[in-house]
């Protein structure tokens, strides 16, 4: 049986203010067990302006088993970090922080936080994202008349994407804007509420992150106007649509980069890294991804700052686009003896903001985002290490393979649910909460193999359980819901078969039921999260929140666990799955995922 700690995160039930402004006083508040050691005290320690302070914390009252403490801070610091000290009456001292619980003293990186940043949108919280590559979603009427780049190699609808040599990004499908706006019907069926577009700049590739122009949407998409009809379209049915932009770099043929390299006096040539008079620094050394030189002034104006920059551009009248995906976030801005990475994070939201601060800032950032995500710009991040790493060495087949999130792994890794968890805390301890819950759950994505290739037996449904229902937002990379498949990141860019949508049936109505799940109920999109069993084959949580809770298995395994007393309050009532919950009792066979609502948490007043 897996012991009931003390607990905190930055859900609503601990702290007072998710958005708090410099000098405002939130109240935060922490349970306690009554299973746990005797307490003679509970104290807050602040770190503002780096000089730790303490405020003592006192005893609100007790519910459902659980003491609770509360205590008062003050936001000293636009990331004002916090950590709890309890002392035992026996004279021991524990410490308590985003990391866990911990006899000995703690790290300041795994503080709590309090963020003074603008707040990202209200919605962000509670959306789920659908991620679409246009090249491979859907063909319009319109398709056909349009004539073919020379770059382009024709590829039919049903052909298998070319993933090794030279032709793979030239492979050329032709899926349009209008083609997703014949195909909204599904996307509203699935439950998903937000569009991720993949570049929609004129390239020449068919991933278009090549874009040899920002001021314009590529004509064999359909141009602007095709755009403003998708997001006019998507908006009417409830649908968010944000975009990518490459803020790391352009392509070779962009009209910036061609004039940097015809007129070396010219401004453009500021835009990017020289080597010599002809070579530069380019993404990864790939020659046609020029780096961009954020030191330029009008490079910035050009490109993230104010409303007439191209950040600014797409979000304002009339095209309406709800906000940005950033490619290579984490590489944007440095180079060398150069990080302006923060400058031009905080320029593209103040962007926005000045737009209209409702939209939302997602970042590419693949491996760690600690750094980067502190929610003073992006307010959320599109990693692999906090949840589809582990998730897919949980759940996968672990057969050899050429390609795992860019790690040098012969074989997908064998993990534990111990092993899990432990990578996702890991990951996650170093980010603000809001942060958190903004920061993608994705088992795949257009840079990667599609998850379905390397499943193991029935573990689809618990993966994606647990990508609906962790703090985050969950991530469906169009097809994923037709059970398709791809060996790395080219290979999994496969074109709907929309002639053939009738035999997904059965994968589609699983990914709608649990797409629902997260949009029905308010605890997965605001409520806290505590971890009552952590085991190899067995994974159990709750998301809590004032007005209901949320309680999941995930199980790679059949199980049979009994939960310590008071690990949650009422009897569970069956949301999804067909485990059993008699009591504290859980049992059930595996793979399996299961959800039941409980009752709301109330604090004591």
Same mark, same amino acid.
């Given at each position: 049986?897996?012991?009931?700690?003390?607990?905190?995160?930055?859900?609503?039930?601990?702290?007072?203010?998710?958005?708090?402004?410099?000098?405002?006083?939130?109240?935060?508040?922490?349970?306690?067990?009554? =299973?746990?050691?005797?307490?003679?005290?509970?104290?807050?320690?602040?770190?503002?302006?780096?000089?730790?302070?303490?405020?003592?914390?006192?005893?609100?009252? @007790?519910?459902?088993?659980?003491?609770?403490?509360?205590?008062?801070?003050?936001?000293?610091? *636009?990331?004002?970090?916090?950590?709890?000290?309890?002392?035992?009456?026996?004279?021991?001292?524990?410490?308590?922080?985003?990391?866990?619980?911990?006899?000995?003293?703690?790290?300041?990186?795994?503080?709590?936080?309090?963020?003074?940043?603008?707040?990202?949108?209200?919605?962000?919280?509670?959306?789920?994202?659908?991620?679409?590559?246009?090249?491979?979603?859907?063909?319009?009427?319109?398709?056909?008349? /349009?004539?073919?780049?020379?770059?382009?190699?024709?590829?039919?609808?049903?052909?298998?994407?070319?993933?090794?040599?030279?032709?793979?990004?030239?492979?050329?499908?032709?899926?349009?804007?209008?083609? +997703?706006?014949?195909?909204?019907?599904?996307?509203?069926?699935?439950?998903?509420?937000?569009?991720?577009?993949?570049?929609?700049? *004129? @390239?020449?590739?068919?991933?278009?992150?090549?874009?040899?122009?920002?001021?314009?949407?590529?004509?064999?998409?359909?141009?602007?106007?095709?755009?403003?009809?998708?997001?006019?379209?998507?908006?009417?049915?409830?649908?968010?649509?944000?975009?990518?932009?490459?803020?790391?770099?352009?392509?070779?043929?962009?009209?910036?980069?061609?004039?940097?390299?015809?007129?070396?006096?010219?401004?453009?040539?500021?835009?990017?890294?020289?080597?010599?008079?002809?070579?530069?620094?380019?993404?990864?050394?790939?020659?046609?991804?020029?780096?961009?030189?954020?030191?330029?002034?009008?490079?910035?104006?050009?490109?993230?700052?104010?409303?007439?920059?191209?950040?600014?551009?797409?979000?304002?009248?009339?095209?309406?686009?709800?906000?940005?995906?950033?490619?290579?976030?984490?590489?944007?801005?440095?180079?060398?003896?150069?990080?302006?990475?923060?400058?031009?994070?905080?320029?593209?939201?103040?962007?926005?903001?000045?737009?209209?601060?409702?939209?939302?800032?997602?970042?590419?950032?693949?491996?760690?985002?600690?750094?980067?995500?502190?929610?003073?710009?992006?307010?959320?991040?599109?990693?692999?290490?906090?949840?589809?790493?582990?998730?897919?060495?949980?759940?996968?087949?672990?057969?050899?393979?050429?390609?795992?999130?860019?790690?040098?792994?012969?074989?997908?890794?064998?993990?534990?649910?111990?092993?899990?968890?432990? @990578?996702?805390? /890991?990951?996650?301890?170093?980010?603000?909460?809001?942060?958190?819950?903004?920061?993608?759950?994705?088992?795949?994505?257009?840079?990667?193999?599609?998850?379905?290739?390397?499943?193991?037996?029935?573990?689809?449904?618990?993966?994606?359980?647990?990508?609906?229902?962790?703090?985050?937002?969950?991530?469906?990379?169009?097809?994923?819901?037709?059970?398709?498949?791809?060996?790395?990141?080219?290979?999994?860019?496969?074109?709907?078969?929309?002639?053939? +949508?009738?035999?997904?049936?059965?994968?589609? @109505?699983?990914?709608?039921?649990?797409?629902?799940?997260?949009?029905?109920?308010?605890?997965? =999109?605001?409520?806290?999260?505590?971890?009552?069993?952590?085991?190899?084959?067995?994974?159990?949580? +709750?998301?809590?929140?004032?007005?209901? =809770?949320?309680?999941?298995?995930?199980?790679?395994?059949?199980?049979?666990?009994?939960?310590?007393?008071?690990?949650?309050?009422?009897?569970?009532?069956?949301?999804?799955?067909?485990?059993?919950?008699?009591?504290?009792?859980?049992?059930?066979?595996?793979?399996?995922?299961?959800?039941?609502?409980?009752?709301?948490?109330?604090?004591?007043?």
């Amino acid at each position: 049986m897996q012991r009931l700690l003390p607990h905190h995160d930055g859900s609503p039930l601990y702290v007072s203010a998710d958005a708090p402004s410099l000098g405002d006083v939130v109240k935060v508040r922490m349970r306690i067990p009554e =299973s746990y050691q005797a307490v003679s005290a509970v104290r807050t320690r602040s770190n503002p302006d780096h000089e730790p302070r303490f405020s003592l914390a006192k005893r609100i009252g @007790a519910r459902d088993g659980w003491d609770w403490w509360e205590a008062d801070i003050e936001v000293e610091n *636009p990331v004002h970090g916090y950590r709890f000290l309890i002392s035992h009456a026996d004279g021991s001292h524990a410490w308590l922080n985003a990391a866990g619980l911990s006899v000995i003293e703690t790290l300041d990186v795994h503080d709590f936080r309090l963020v003074a940043h603008p707040a990202p949108p209200a919605w962000g919280r509670s959306t789920v994202m659908y991620q679409i590559f246009p090249d491979r979603f859907a063909r319009s009427s319109a398709a056909d008349a /349009r004539g073919l780049p020379s770059w382009a190699k024709p590829a039919k609808w049903s052909d298998e994407p070319i993933h090794v040599g030279p032709d793979t990004p030239r492979q050329f499908y032709g899926g349009d804007l209008a083609g +997703i706006v014949d195909h909204l019907d599904h996307l509203e069926r699935l439950g998903v509420t937000m569009i991720y577009l993949t570049p929609v700049f *004129p @390239a020449r590739s068919n991933h278009r992150y090549d874009a040899y122009s920002f001021d314009r949407v590529d004509p064999l998409l359909g141009g602007d106007e095709a755009l403003i009809a998708l997001v006019e379209a998507a908006h009417a049915r409830g649908f968010r649509v944000i975009g990518d932009l490459t803020s790391n770099h352009s392509g070779d043929a962009h009209e910036w980069f061609t004039t940097a390299v015809a007129h070396p006096e010219s401004v453009e040539r500021g835009f990017y890294y020289w080597l010599s008079d002809s070579d530069y620094v380019s993404w990864l050394g790939v020659p046609s991804l020029p780096k961009f030189n954020w030191t330029s002034e009008e490079l910035r104006r050009r490109v993230i700052q104010g409303a007439d920059s191209i950040v600014g551009k797409w979000l304002a009248e009339p095209y309406n686009m709800d906000g940005w995906r950033i490619d290579v976030a984490n590489m944007t801005g440095r180079y060398r003896e150069h990080d302006l990475n923060g400058e031009v994070r905080r320029t593209i939201r103040a962007t926005m903001i000045g737009l209209d601060p409702d939209t939302l800032l997602v970042a590419e950032s693949t491996n760690d985002a600690n750094e980067d995500f502190q929610g003073d710009g992006w307010h959320g991040s599109m990693t692999y290490a906090d949840f589809t790493r582990p998730v897919w060495g949980w759940l996968s087949d672990h057969r050899p393979t050429d390609w795992f999130f860019g790690l040098p792994h012969e074989t997908v890794p064998d993990y534990t649910g111990v092993e899990v968890h432990a @990578a996702h805390a /890991r990951f996650t301890s170093a980010l603000p909460w809001r942060v958190r819950l903004h920061t993608m759950n994705a088992l795949d994505t257009h840079d990667t193999a599609r998850f379905a290739s390397h499943a193991s037996p029935g573990a689809i449904p618990v993966a994606l359980g647990m990508s609906m229902t962790l703090p985050g937002i969950p991530v469906v990379f169009a097809g994923d819901e037709l059970g398709l498949k791809g060996e790395d990141g080219e290979h999994s860019r496969t074109p709907m078969p929309w002639d053939s +949508i009738d035999e997904h049936e059965p994968t589609i @109505a699983l990914y709608s039921e649990l797409i629902h799940l997260r949009t029905g109920h308010v605890a997965l =999109s605001d409520g806290g999260i505590r971890w009552l069993h952590v085991g190899d084959d067995l994974l159990v949580y +709750i998301r809590e929140h004032a007005d209901e =809770s949320v309680l999941v298995a995930a199980a790679r395994a059949d199980f049979d666990v009994t939960l310590e007393d008071a690990s949650f309050a009422g009897i569970p009532s069956l949301l999804f799955g067909g485990a059993q919950a008699v009591g504290l009792r859980f049992r059930g066979g595996g793979p399996s995922f299961t959800a039941w609502s409980l009752p709301g948490v109330k604090v004591p007043q």
